[in-house]
């Protein structure tokens, strides 16, 4: 098999947090006939659950499924190592209702870890199969338990014992139906690839990548916060000189411009003191920038000088 599949089953589920106790891996024989090596296996955990933890901005110690399917189930709120047991111990927060309803109801039995091996050896005490496990998620699952098999179930303080659901009635099967569990077997082996090289594990490499990463969030934000602030000021300053400008050019636009209709009737000798000169377009420029009173005599001196005949 390419895909871990080993089954423990529920410890205790609590009512008013929808929290769920279990054992995630232990270093037990399983279904197929393999033992999980706890020692190898223990640093592949512990790398999974802090890049859970760091990816999800510390809400989370790693993925929890329904079935080993689609489903996000939940979370791990809380994974012990028991180094003498040789088991890690897991906590499960199910936020998904569906699949809570489940849990109370009995319908899933326990847990199962879903990641690849890394490598396998045989056992030489029990001449089973060792194998070291990275995981990616765990799953609650429905794998039917011992008749009589019971869990915890805690509300309000008070715990009580309860069943599982029994496990349905087997349904005769036909030779072609006797053949599909291979046939799914050989589609899961297709689906996950098995690296045959060994990756090392390396915890304090995994939480250093996430200080690193948060750290670098923080630096982005700072920097954010400076020049949000630089800029305002920036902004403060300009606004008294936008504002001076502003009024100046509303001031030039109220000042009424010289009539150039009569300035063109203006010989070079008019009698504005000998300050005129220089063609129509001088003229103007130097009109325009009299003062008012004066700007009116020279136009009433320009349009007296210059009378317009009546046209016939």
């Known amino acids: ?77 809380d994974i012990a190592f028991d180094d003498e047991g040789k088991r890690i111990l897991v906590a499960a927060q199910i936020v998904d209702d569906d699949e809570w309803r489940k849990v109370t109801e009995g319908v899933y039995t326990g847990f199962s870890q879903g990641g690849r091996y890394v490598k396998r050896w045989p056992d030489p005490d029990t001449g089973l199969t060792r194998y070291t496990a990275e995981p990616t998620e765990i799953s609650l699952v429905d794998l039917p338990c011992l008749p009589g098999a019971t869990f915890e179930v805690v509300k309000d303080g008070i715990i009580e014992k309860r069943a599982f659901a029994g496990a349905p009635e087997p349904i005769p099967q036909t030779a072609e139906a006797a053949a599909a569990p291979e046939r799914v077997e050989e589609v899961a082996s297709a689906q996950t690839a098995v690296s045959d090289a060994p990756r090392e594990p390396n915890p304090s490499a995994a939480l250093a990548k996430a200080a690193q990463a948060l750290s670098q969030a923080a630096r982005k934000l700072e920097r954010a916060v400076e020049e949000n602030t630089a800029l305002r000021k920036s902004l403060a300053d300009l606004s008294p000189a936008v504002a001076d400008l502003a009024k100046r050019l509303a001031a030039l636009e109220a000042q009424p411009l010289p009539a150039r209709a009569a300035l063109r009737a203006v010989p070079r000798n008019a009698d504005f003191s000998g300050e005129i000169g220089g063609g129509v377009d001088e003229a103007i420029k130097r009109i325009a920038g009299l003062a008012p009173q004066e700007r009116a005599l020279a136009l009433t001196k320009l349009s007296l000088a210059n009378p317009v005949a009546a046209r016939v």
Do not use: N
């Open 1 to 77: 098999m390419s895909t871990l599949d080993l089954f423990l089953s529920l410890a205790k589920v609590d009512l008013d947090q929808r929290i769920v106790h279990g054992v995630a891996t232990a270093e037990v024989p399983d279904r197929v006939g393999e033992i999980c090596d706890y020692a190898t296996t223990k640093p592949y955990f512990e790398i999974w659950s802090a890049e859970a933890l760091a990816a999800s901005g510390g809400k989370s110690l790693g993925a929890v499924r329904a079935m080993h399917g689609r489903v996000a189930a939940g979370k791990l709120t």
